[in-house]
């Protein structure tokens, strides 16, 4: 069974005190049974409401776990829940002890679940996931003989993720849903009823053969079909998808504002594009189209205007209101006249930084930003963007004492886990030398 789902069911039977209960011991003195009655319930309920944040990108949304965690709850939903969800929802309901055990799992198992993974990750994923296991027992077994049960193998095998994928690779290389897709697809490729094993076989080296040419030569993995009519191709896998303004027109207010800053003169007329294509395959869309869909709807519209990039060297969030093309003018080199050029951007409406202390104190698994709206407007070069992101509202009391309206980011599973130059102290690698520290990658 996959990880992330016997992960759930420990954690989860742990919090809502299902798991077996000895007859020496007492489920009412478990003080990390909080996720029963009411609060068992209104924890479902955010879960739902959280889940039309998710872009579509993230595939399945968690559903309400109260009502369907019996009912054919699937794999992703538990990983979406328990490693993007769930480290903020329960911010504030689990004692604090546990929350922050918990964070150490989620914080080692987001790294590990990335398709490159740097040498720096692995050494810190190690510390964390080794530092969890041995929390877990304190906190929750406590060496006693009548809750040895607690101590699942799951639990164990979080603790040699870091060695296997040093030796075999990203575990999202060989992980449950791999192989069964992988099982899959060679079973479809077997078109002889005779000698059903040989042919398996041979199938299984001939896309060894294809893998390995493509490794070499990622040229040769070019996707076959094309972009769609009136779309323009901006390299390096970025792409302006239509929607597109019909007229041009000029821009109103602060996006006016940003745009003059951005050239340094006046703002011109634009056309306004609705969606960017990235190139891990995410679309980015904007509030200029979203906007005119109701999130009430049949089909409920799924936010994917909320993107991760690079300003200044810092990993910034930001809400998208639309992207465009803004001539630009230069001296040739050469000739020394006057050439006009295209620039890609996207008009963004920026998030806060993380709140700091939250931040450290969740091994950098909650970050928690407010939303600056038409304060600060920012134009940004389209290929800055890396990823689109979930932001989902939710009003913690901070650390500071501060309680107040603001939205907790969610990264897809796989994608590069966001980065914000500070390295939290107690899961410094003690006694690295240069050598072993550098951010040679392995990819998945």
């Known amino acids: 069974m996959h990880l992330a789902g016997l992960l759930s069911d420990l954690l989860l039977s742990l919090w809502r005190g299902t798991i077996d209960c000895a007859a020496s011991d007492d489920v009412e003195l478990w003080e990390w049974r909080v996720m029963h009655g009411d609060v068992w319930e209104a924890h479902g309920e955010a879960v739902a409401a959280a889940g039309q944040y998710l872009p579509g990108s993230f595939d399945r949304k968690p559903r309400n776990i109260a009502e369907k965690i019996n009912t ?20 504030g309901l689990l004692p604090e002890p546990y ?13 590990i679940c990335q398709h490159r993974i740097t040498r720096s990750d692995l050494q810190r994923a190690q510390v964390i996931l080794g530092e969890w296991e041995l929390e877990f027992e304190e906190l929750y077994y406590q060496r006693r003989q009548d ?20 030796q075999k690779g990203p575990p999202v290389c060989y992980a449950q849903w791999t192989m069964e897709r992988t099982i899959g697809n060679l079973g479809q490729e077997i078109r002889q009823p005779s000698e059903p094993y040989a042919n398996l076989s041979r199938e299984g080296v001939r896309r060894s053969q294809v893998n390995a040419l493509k490794a070499m030569l990622p040229e040769l993995d070019e996707p076959l079909k094309g972009l769609p009519s009136g779309a323009i191709d901006l390299g390096e896998g970025y792409a302006l998808l239509r929607k597109r303004d019909r ?18 003169e006046p703002a011109p007329e634009i056309f306004k594009w609705a969606r960017l294509k990235l190139p891990n395959g995410q679309i980015a869309r904007s509030l200029w189209r979203e906007s005119l869909k109701s999130m009430d709807a049949t089909k409920p519209l799924r936010v994917s205007r909320n993107v991760k990039f690079s300003l200044d060297g810092v990993i910034r969030f930001g809400e998208v209101r639309y992207f465009t093309q803004l001539a630009t003018e230069t001296i040739g080199s050469d000739d ?7 620039v890609n951007v996207a008009v963004v409406s920026l998030y806060s930084l993380p709140d700091k202390e939250l931040l ?17 407007i920012r134009v940004i070069d389209a290929k800055s963007i890396t990823d689109v992101v ?5 009003r913690p009391t901070l650390p500071s004492g501060v309680v107040e309206d603001r939205f907790f980011m969610v990264e897809k599973p796989g994608l590069d886990v966001a980065s914000f130059g500070i390295l939290p102290a107690d899961d410094a690698v003690e006694g690295g030398d240069s050598d072993n520290d550098s951010d ?3 990819d998945g």
């Open 147 to 166: 809750r040895i049960h607690f101590i699942r193998p799951c639990a164990h095998q979080v603790n040699h993720l870091v060695s296997e994928a040093i």
């Open 440 to 442: 040679d990658a392995m």
């Open 247 to 264: 007229r041009s027109a000029y821009p109103q207010g602060a996006e006016k504002r940003a745009i003059a800053l951005f050239l340094n």
């Open 390 to 394: 979930a932001m989902v509202p939710h």
């Open 72 to 91: 054919g709850y699937k794999t992703w939903e538990f990983q979406l829940y328990l490693f993007g969800l769930a480290p903020a929802l329960t911010y």
């Open 99 to 111: 929350w922050l055990n918990y964070c150490r799992l989620v914080a080692g198992f987001r790294i």
């Open 336 to 342: 020394g006249e006057t050439e006009w050029s295209f």
């Open 360 to 376: 450290e104190l969740s091994s950098h698994v909650v970050a928690s930003c407010t939303h600056h709206g038409d304060d600060e």
